[in-house]
């Protein structure tokens, strides 16, 4: 039984429930995203697996998921990303954020967001069971789908990434 770190606005954690019951309940836990990048600065984006229990068939951010009960979330967001990707790459954590979105089966995503980049331009082995697709898009050409067509997209991937953009670009102007 897979379980979530239950925490407060603060990200302290307060305790652990079983994932879909957080999910029922609404209960903020923490979880992570993943945005990885390749040498053309294009993001890549996956289209999840038509089986999730929310929001298959949706594109997003490379991966995301929650840390398990006495994991770093760095450590998981590194497992995660080879679980369902099939590759390996060092992550930066850039910031974090929360949100909560209600979804048509009656779960509710309630989430503190740690959201973390790397660059990785090698073979991506797909997990079938969590992904369906994959590709890499600049920035502009994501902004334009998000616009034209929001419904294709998760609803974190739709908060977190203008703020993904706007990290970095303030990141590249301190350098």
């Known amino acids: 039984m897979e379980q979530v770190i239950l925490v407060n606005e603060q990200d302290e954690q307060v305790g652990v429930m079983e994932k879909m019951q957080a999910h029922r309940e609404g209960k903020l836990h923490r979880a992570f995203s993943v945005f990885i990048f390749n040498n053309k600065k294009e993001m890549l984006l996956q289209q999840r697996a038509l089986n999730k229990y929310h929001s298959g068939g949706l594109w997003t ?20 990303l080879k679980e369902e990707l099939g590759f390996k790459t060092s992550l930066e954590k ?12 009656g779960l509710t995503e309630y989430e503190f967001d740690h959201v973390f980049s790397g660059i990785y331009n090698g073979q991506i082995n797909l997990n079938t069971a969590e992904v369906k697709d994959f590709c890499y898009r600049s920035a502009d050409e994501i902004q334009s789908a998000i616009q034209s067509h929001p419904q294709k997209f998760t609803e974190w991937f739709k908060i977190a990434f203008p703020l993904v953009q706007k990290s970095l ?3 590249n102007a301190n350098i």
């Open 61 to 80: 951010n490379a991966c995301c998921s929650h840390p398990k009960p006495n994991e770093s979330t760095e450590a998981a967001a590194i497992r995660r």
């Open 94 to 105: 850039i910031f974090d954020f929360t949100y909560k979105a209600d979804f048509e089966n």
């Open 169 to 171: 670009a303030e990141m």
